[in-house]
């Protein structure tokens, strides 16, 4: 009797350990979150940092000021999207506790501003790509002119303007013109180094459409000049028909960036990015921290050909063992490295001793060559040396000996008493 119950038992066992396993396990790893928060009591000077991400930097001082706190400016950057002054990072992240007096580091964006480049003339799907590539919103209308059709006749804001990417670009589209007698030809002539206005002017004489296709850098020819055309002179064409043309725009047109206060490197990059060429000057100043640029002679945003040259002046620090060149250099003298700091208070003694070493001409001026005078009068000894050069034969120089003293023991006779 007792072995028959057993079997029905260890059924009973495992059913229970199988439904009170899962429910344990669960228990067991759910704990966590059922143990209710412990409120913190802020003690005398503590404050919780408040959330000013997306914020003006005026809201943002603001805020922390009220709050016992103070805004350290890190770093601004472009940004595609935020507002010019708008708090993008900030540094302890809101909610952290800091004390009375504290610092908020905080990235603040400037915004994201490009130039407007000239889609003039140029067909609207062409244009609508070359403005949507550089990052600008583009609206179109449509009039009755003289262009091609379906070409740009003209935009707002202008070309080379400068607005933020998120500024929208209005093109006035060509729908063309309503004169048109497709029956009646017109004799094409050559354009070719001509003014595309003037040409444009020409054709809409004929009935007849200027349409351009593409721009090319030609240095030798003056912006907007036809370089060449679709169809040659001599040809006949029907009203209405677009002659396709090139036009050249002349140097590459580039923009000079803003690199005050940058590093040497950073602002190299930028010019030559830029397609400009970097050219530099050091100076010491302690107000310029070493090896950033203090000015540059041509100002932000300069219109100026490419591989024209820009010249930044460039810190050496308060006090520096750089020798001076002097005057301009494409290179960078040599500093403390790119990560280096002005010497500092401790080592300003031998700074100051430094250029009275570099002011004592005799390791400068070439003088010495001036000093060791008996060397040029060394060739005279060898000259008084016959014998060695050139040695005559023995019975010639006793010869000579005679001669020389029968004219000695002559020379009493015939003296004056």
Not at 132 to 140: I, L, M
Not at 221 to 234: D, F, K, Y
Not at 266 to 272: C, G, K, S, V, Y
Not at 394 to 416: G, H, I, M
Request: net charge negative; aromatic share 6%.
């Amino acid at each position: 009797m007792k072995h028959k119950f057993l079997p029905m038992l260890l059924l009973i066992l495992f059913t229970v350990i199988c439904i009170s396993a899962p429910v344990a396990v669960g228990s067991y790893f759910s704990f966590p979150e059922t143990v209710p928060e412990i409120p913190y009591t802020l003690q005398e000077g503590e404050i919780i940092i408040p959330e000013i991400l997306d914020l003006s930097e005026e809201e943002a001082i603001t805020l922390l000021t009220q709050s016992g706190l103070r805004l350290v400016e890190k770093e601004l950057l472009h940004h595609p999207e935020k507002l010019a002054g708008t708090i993008l990072t900030q540094n302890p992240s809101s909610g952290a506790i800091a004390h009375y007096g504290d610092s908020v580091s905080v990235t603040v964006s400037d915004g994201w501003e490009e130039f407007v480049p000239d889609v003039r003339n140029l067909p609207r799907t062409q244009a609508i790509e070359k403005l949507t590539q550089t990052g600008f919103q583009v609206k179109t209308i449509s009039q009755a002119d003289f262009s091609a059709p379906d070409s740009v006749i003209a935009q707002n804001p202008e070309p080379d303007k400068k607005i933020s990417l998120n500024q929208e670009i209005t093109l006035t589209i060509s729908k063309g013109r309503d004169d048109i007698d497709p029956n009646i030809s017109e004799t094409i002539e050559n354009y070719i180094g001509m003014n595309f206005e003037e040409v444009k002017t020409i054709l809409s004489e004929k009935h007849l459409y200027a349409r351009q296709i593409d721009t090319v850098y030609r240095p030798d020819i003056a912006n907007g000049t036809v370089v060449s055309q679709s169809i040659p002179s001599g040809n006949t064409a029907k009203q209405g028909t677009c002659i396709d043309l090139k036009i050249s725009i002349g140097q590459v047109i580039v923009h000079v960036p803003d690199c005050s206060g940058k590093h040497i490197d950073e602002a190299r990059e930028l010019l030559t990015q830029a397609g400009l060429t970097c050219m530099t000057i050091y100076t010491p100043t302690s107000e310029t921290p070493l090896d950033f640029v203090i000015s540059q002679n041509q100002p932000p945003d300069t219109p100026l050909p490419e591989h024209s040259q820009v010249w930044l002046t460039v810190s050496t620090g308060s006090s520096s063992y750089v020798i001076s060149t002097g005057g301009w250099s494409g290179n960078p003298l040599p500093s403390f490295g790119k990560d280096s700091e002005p010497p500092t208070e401790e080592i300003t003694e031998p700074a100051e001793t430094a250029p009275e070493i570099f002011e004592i001409p005799e390791p400068i001026e070439p003088d010495f060559p001036e000093i060791p005078e008996p060397e040029p009068a060394a060739p005279e000894f060898p000259e008084t040396d016959p014998i060695i050069e050139t040695s005559p034969p023995e019975t010639e120089t006793e010869t000579e000996t005679t001669e020389q003293n029968l004219s000695y023991e002559e020379a009493p006779a015939t003296a004056p008493v």
